[in-house]
């Protein structure tokens, strides 16, 4: 053979190896799309046509298991915002996810054993799957764009994360619940105990469930928002729809801004956030906001306002059930009328500001006024309250109660309004006189406190507030801080006043803050203690010892959502500076405080002590 002839025969070789790779990887997935064609494997992804979002198998956090999951892309932080595999991960790289010809999306792992697959509402003739720029993967027929087409869609079905643009509510029709549902770690995203969704047993509203058990409700919606969650209302980031009707009931956001990434997120603990991403996720909402959001906090007849030192009050014309429990921090009991109804001489008492009772027994018309609402009420015996169903321009339509009214809030600043069925003659008592005597009462009680907490606590040094101890100021808020030095005293076997420490020369609490922010908590524990002690149990109460100690009396709880926090497992809120963070001059015998807004000033050891008497 010539070589002009075997070098022609080599070239041909090498232009058809050259194809090879192209022809091999023919299957391989590109882009946002895979077709029936294709299967992504360990390793692929689909990424979003303007990058936000890829779908591919993921470990998250620490786990070792693989779960195809969708996650963002562009940010320092690969959040994971939906799971398919959730309750079963995949042991090693053996994953792939292929379409079925008739639009089936099917995970399998080891040995080809399916582990998850979608299901489908239709048929398509050209069947694709493909990763939206929202983050919802659909598949659809590939040349119809149509969402009310899609085949099948992620976010019908969404895990602990909900993105703008879900759809959260339940369709009548088919009984697809669009529930966020938490992991059950952080590593685990298979099923927690929490979820959040819509409740349509009554007037539709948004609980929030441990189990079967409700934990928070939103109220219903009132036009603007959901009576009882004052951040659902639209803003200038996004906007608010709210749909009931016949076929379904949703609440669905949307950003004004595409660019803009922002999330509904419920955590392993239960607690709902709304994250906006800054840098870092930021979240402005969290709940529940305080103690008062906690389902059914009062009980039946009972108002809950976190403002107050003691949270739980009666209504008006009611009494606690069980007086010795209610005087004791047990509220759960309830109030009971003082007078019994008699149906025929019965009137109503109006409550404003408030989060409305729970409607899970309710009528309601959108066509009649307030006036026609309360008539209609007072013909029914078993009516115990109404008020408007939409409060905007005024209030129209008419909403009413029937049986115990329960999850009462006091929510100063709502447009909301309701009126309590009450006998005649609690209506005719006076509340100018109930108001003074009250004040008289509540007076006195606080005079006595005042005093003996100055005595016992107020007058030594160590256990004071630093707003008490500095200007002279006194509040219900001094009693905490001098509680939290008490926890943290308990807990470290040492006093704080006296305290000291090799490596620094901060107070009590002082090496506590330094010990929660290195997360090493652990080290403020006496030995012994160490021995013996639940740990979770003597953390958080480091943890509450330190939100009793904050700096600004507005930033540490009230007593009685102390006991509250104490009780619970609910996720505890980031503690901020505590009073008296100091670095102290141990030769000069001066004190140098160090705050992070403040600058460094010289206090010398001199106080002044003003002692509260009663008149």
Known sequence: MSSMRIFALMMFLLIIISFLPNLATSDDVAGDTISATQTLKDGDTLVSANGTFELGLFSPGSSRL???????NQILEKTIAWVANRQVGINNSSGVLRLSEDGILILSGEEGTPVWSSNRTRTARDPVAQLLDSGNLVVKDRNDNNSENYLWQSFDYPGDTG????KLGINKK????????????????????????????????????????????TGPWNGLQFSGSPYSRATSLDNITY???????????????SSTLTRLYINPQGVRQWYIWTGTWFSNVAGQLDACDYYSTCGSYGMCDYNNSVICS????????NRQEWETGTWKGGCV??????????????????????????????????????????????????????VREGGSGCLQWFGDLTDMKSFPSSEQNIYVRLAASDIAASDDGRKSNSSKTVGIAVGVS???????????????????????????????????????????????????????????????????????TWDLMDETFKETCNVTEVLRSIHIGL?????????????????????????????????????????????????????????????????????
């Not at 693989?66 to 963002?72: G, H, S, T």
């Not at 009666?314 to 606690?320: A, D, I, N």
């Open 547 to 615: 939100l009793c100690v904050q700096r600004d009396p507005d930033d540490r709880p009230s007593m009685s959502s102390v006991v509250m926090m104490l009780g619970s497992e609910g996720q505890l809120p980031e503690p901020k500076q505590p009073g008296f963070y100091t670095e102290r001059d141990v030769g000069g015998g001066g004190v140098y405080c160090s705050t992070s807004s403040e600058k460094a000033s010289h206090l010398v050891n001199d106080y002044t002590i003003t002692v509260i008497e009663p008149r």
């Open 243 to 257: 749909v009931s009707n016949e076929d379904e009931v949703y609440l669905l956001s949307k950003v004004y801004n």
């Open 450 to 520: 005042l005093s003996l907490v100055v005595l016992i606590l107020g007058l030594v040094v160590g256990y004071m507030s630093p707003e008490y101890a500095i200007d002279g100021l006194y509040s219900i808020k001094s009693d905490v801080f001098s509680y939290g030095v008490l926890v943290l005293e308990i807990v470290n076997g040492k006093r704080n006043r006296g305290f000291s420490h090799p490596d620094h020369h901060h107070n009590l609490l002082g090496h506590a803050w330094r010990l929660f922010h290195e997360d090493n």
């Open 314 to 321: 009666c209504l008006s014309g009611f009494e606690p059930r």
């Open 163 to 166: 993105l703008t643009g879900v």
């Open 174 to 217: 088919t009984g697809l619940d669009r529930s966020l549902s938490s992991w059950k770690t952080s590593d685990d995203p298979s099923r927690g105990n929490y979820t959040y969704g819509f409740d349509i047993t009554g007037l539709p509203q948004i609980v929030l469930r441990r189990n079967s058990i409700i934990q928070y409700r």
């Open 337 to 390: 009328r003082k007078t019994e109804l008699n149906c025929s001489s019965d009137g109503f008492k109006e409550v404003s500001g408030v989060k409305v009772p729970d409607t899970k027994y309710y009528w309601s018309n959108s066509s009649i006024n307030l006036v026609e609402c309360r008539r209609l009420c007072l013909n029914k015996c078993n009516c115990t309250a109404y008020g408007s169903l939409d």
């Open 66 to 72: 693989k779960y195809l999951a969708i996650r963002y």
